[in-house]
């Protein structure tokens, strides 16, 4: 076997140039292709992150609440159940939340906005609202107060300190109507939030959606640790029985990751047409490197060398060129997605509004997951392998003595 | 004893317009230890006689007996077996395996047969230097010159322990000092390791040196003593 992988190796060198260019093209493709796949599961990645870190990795709501978001389907705290799920193990932290679609005005003019009623504290500590203020100052716990977002603003020509009149559905047939003052106005990476989102305490909007009993919820965000959702998500469904449904990040932002699946299949289809140039590359090789060799396979055949024999040298070397490929061009190409990973690419204009537009921050991101090298460079490695079905066939139709006639 | 034994040999070729028959019955007999040339114009079928003699090519019709195996009832894989066990192989233009060096090429012979690698090279080494070749061991086929190559080429028939060498015009790409030089040396080793070669040739160098001519004319053999 030893000798195969010799001549194997040899014949590779038997035209330099020609074994250089598709080694290169190997480069060229492999380099293209680890950029293209990381900086796509990268901003995947920053995406996703930057979704459960809004919603949490799940939520428990009234059952039914997803599909009919009314505040009808609000429930009342419950001490037991949060004890329940907070002791499981792998829960990081829970955010109660309650959240109503009302009118807010200022002025001569009104706009619909989501009122958002957290715990100021809890929720700053995973969200960090308060990085995102541009003016005024952020929630207290127990104050009344808005935290309104910088469109919304814009559009209702409120400052800090005016006074913002809401009003809305209460719980059970109730009228919300309230005032309060706004303390601060921030700037969410998403055009969506700032236009929609007003945060209050939640005590404070509980009080103002059902004054009659206090604790009424929306939701509650579970957060737990990488890799223990899956398993969380089925024991906190037993935990809280029927009246209450847990619904998985993958549902709340089904959109989120719509899009990023049409954007994962486009960038296959790009990936496909540079894998098929470069199998034709490796592919041609194979075949010169095949062919002209006609009369040497003929005299070892003659001299007592079974075809097989003669087919594994020929996989060999095509393996050989793939390998050179994908080892130069990780050696390129890995310090590089390094560097970029430490020191994500800024965007601006178009490019970072685009990024924006999908809730996460301007950073072209690139992801270093071994699973992008390892499939790349096994996609290279198959390529060969497919291109060294061609001697395979050639080998075992061989004719010897025409060949050996030649 | 002979080491070859051919009856009624028939080789018809029907896949040209007319069917060609390049060998019309010959029968013959090599005894061990022979230095046989197999002589006659182009075109007269010695080649393709020599093919058969090698398992290259399958009979039409009649047997080759090879240490009394008839190898027509081989199926092709048992003839490349037989093949690298009992036959040598002396090309025209040497063909020897242009990435090996001289010691790599006439040591694969015995790597397929599955000798131990230090037996290999010993048994190598001294094919090579039996053949003129002490010093140039190293040397890849492209380095040396095309009477040096031939001799590898023989050295790597010898490898095998063959039955008997078959020659096809070993010397037809050879000046005629490179000529005289192999021929010599393909002689001694006929007189000392018994070892028995069959040459088709148009060389009458070759003749010269032969103790046997076999004449093919037609596909038939006009001639033998």
Known sequence: MKILFIMAWRNLWQNKRRTYITATSVVLALVLALFMRSMQFGSYETMIRAGVNEVGNMQVHDTGYWDNKTIDRAFFTNPALEQKISSLPGVIHMLPHLET??????????????????????????????????????????????????????????????????????????????????????????????????YMDLETLQKLIFPFRPGLLTGISVYCEPGLEDQLLSTIKTSVGDHFEVISWKVMLSDMLQSIKLDNLSGMVMLMILYIIVAFGIFSTVLMMTVERRRQFAVMI????????????????????????????????????????????????????????????????????????????????????????????????????????? | MSIIQINNLHKTYTDTKVPVKAV???????????????????????????????????????????????????????????????????????????????????????????????ERHQIAMELLKKTGLEGKENYRPGELSGGQQQRVSVARALASKPKFILADEPTANLDSASTEDLLNMMSELNKTENMTFIFSTHDKRVMDKARRIVTIDDGKVVSDF
């Open chain 1, 101 to 198: 679609f009302v009118l807010a005005s200022y002025g001569d003019k009104t706009k619909g906005v989501q009122l958002v009623g957290v715990n100021p504290e809890a929720e700053d500590l995973q969200v960090k609202i308060s990085g995102k203020i541009t003016s005024g100052s952020y929630l207290i716990k127990g104050q009344a107060g808005l935290v309104i977002g910088d469109k919304i603003a814009e559009y209702l020509n409120i400052n800090i300190g005016d006074s913002l009149v809401v009003m809305g559905q209460g719980y059970e047939g109730t009228t919300a109507v309230g005032i309060y003052p706004v303390t601060g106005i921030a700037h969410y990476v998403s055009p969506q939030m700032n236009n929609l989102i007003v």
């Open chain 2, 24 to 118: 019309n019955g010959i029968s013959l007999s090599i005894e061990e230890g022979e230095f046989t040339a197999i002589v006659g114009p182009s075109g007269s079928g010695k080649t393709t006689f020599l093919n058969l003699m090698g398992g290259l090519d399958t009979p039409t019709e009649g047997d080759i007996l090879i240490g009394g195996k008839n190898i027509k009832d081989l199926n092709s894989r048992q003839l490349i077996d037989f093949r690298l066990h009992h036959i040598g192989f002396v090309f025209q233009s040497y063909n020897l395996i242009p990435v090996l060096t001289a010691i790599e090429n006439v040591a694969f012979i015995m790597e397929l047969q599955g000798i131990p690698k230090k």
């Open chain 1, 302 to 406: 003659s001299i007592g060398m079974r075809k097989g024999k003669l087919v594994i040298t020929s996989i060999f070397e095509s393996i050989f060129i793939a390998l050179i490929g994908v080892v130069a061009g990780l050696i390129l190409t890995t310090p590089a997605l390094m560097y970029f990973y430490l020191n994500p690419i800024r965007m601006t204009g178009e490019m970072a509004a685009m990024y924006e537009s999908f809730n996460q921050e301007p950073l072209m991101a690139f992801s270093i997951a071994p699973s992008i090298f390892f499939s790349q460079s096994l996609i290279v490695l198959s390529l060969a392998l497919l291109s060294a079905l061609y001697p395979i066939f050639y080998v075992l139709r061989f004719n010897v003595l025409n060949a050996l006639r030649q």
